[in-house]
């Protein structure tokens, strides 16, 4: 039977909990940076956009405290670079959406100031490509029905974003993924934020089992020959390490799906593989450098206490059998890899059935 980890503690944060923040693994550890902390105002909380951030010691296992960001920002992407620095970008504060963005240093362990976006994108997505460059898209809110359609790219040393194209998607993009030089949209919603209906034209496609790709060559979208096998919406999408693009789960027509299927970057189809035994939602799904990919935590079926289960996915067998289960049962947390099967896990959890409290763990997935 697989052993759960050792609960660590309280994440660094000032607040009853913390939420929309980001966790990027940078050179030496990890990053936590801003967010949204909900602190007591009399009988009940209001929510804080934060400027703080803390480094993760991979080496001493402990946070280390860092100076504030230059800005408080919540709800934004963040991603990790070659050169072991991260990106923060976009985002919101207290009064709208960013389009700023932050370089973290290593060395210095400080911020800087890096190019802003074309617009501002609030609840970004932004992936790294090989060569290093960062594309972002997406934005949960779209004065103009096009803003969060349009792709933006920095490629390393550039001192501005340049347009990397144009999506048929508005507002939400689905799980974004690289593999090799292309970026994959696998399904989402036709809308986000219920103007797919405008003046009686739908004015957005169904998209709930389209495939975009973009190309670094030619630096366009284009729809792949190969559809989704079901339509799904609020699933999760990786990259694994032979280049094929594993999503897990979702919802469609109201029900929770446990199907999972492949995207062979080659054929530009997609085939299934095996089913998740427990039905979730607001799951984590994350590669591991084996080949493997593990689902962990969420909330199961209609529960609305989060799971400590995990399960793993064997690339020979095609098959979901139990991980090591997570410390404390936790549902829209994120992970980032340490030093060898280590991952750091940081999310919300309940202490008690009527306390919120966002905490770290040290999990390892077994198998």
Partial sequence: MPQPSAPRGRAPYSGIWLDDFTLTAVRGGALLAGGQAWQPD?????????????FFDATRKEWVSLPLMPSPRQSHAAVSLPDGRALLIGGRSQNGELASTVFWEPETRQFREGPPLAGERGRPVAVTLPDGSVMVLGSDFDNDMERGTRAELLRPGAKAWEPAGQTVRIFHVGPVCVTQNHVLIAGGRDNGMGFAIYEG??????????TEVWSLESRTWRTAPGSLLEPRDDHQGITLADGRVLVVGGWHKGHLQTSAELWDPRTEQWSRTGALSLPRSSFTLTALPDGRAVVSGGLAGNASDATTATELWDPQKGTWSPGAPLAIGRAGHLLVPMDGDTFLVVGTSRPTPEALETTWELWSPGG
């Fill in 201 to 210: 034209v739908h004015i957005a496609p169904p998209l709930a089992q389209s």
């Fill in 42 to 54: 009399g009988g009940g909380t209001r929510p804080q956009t934060m400027a703080e951030a803390a």
